[in-house]
């Protein structure tokens, strides 16, 4: 599994994940101090601003540690819709 950070410029920061483990709150956070190295050095223009950060609502997105992870990096956390079969597109 990859995950991958972008912005409108291109790809920031690539990981890929081993195959049969499991992603947790640790481990995302610790991806996180990783990205935000790649970012400020890729794109060190943005060292200063404000980063909008956008991601689903998975669990280990949303655990305690990432939000202080995210809080802790100043990020500013862009609300992701609910899931609803109401938005959802019709097959």
């Known amino acids: 599994m990859a995950t991958v950070f972008w912005n409108a410029r291109g790809v920031i920061h ?3 994940f081993e195959k049969g ?3 947790t709150g640790e481990y995302y956070s610790k991806l996180l101090d990783r ?3 790649d970012l400020k050095q890729k794109r060190p223009h943005l060292a ?3 980063v909008l950060f956008h991601q689903d609502n998975a669990r280990v997105h949303t655990c305690l540690v990432t939000m202080a992870k995210i809080h802790e990096l100043r990020y500013e956390l862009l609300p992701h819709p609910a899931y609803s079969p109401d938005l959802a ?3």
């Open 14 to 16: 690539i990981d890929y």
């Open 21 to 23: 483990k499991t992603i």
């Open 35 to 37: 990205f935000d190295v």
């Open 48 to 50: 200063k601003k404000k």
């Open 89 to 91: 597109p019709y097959d």
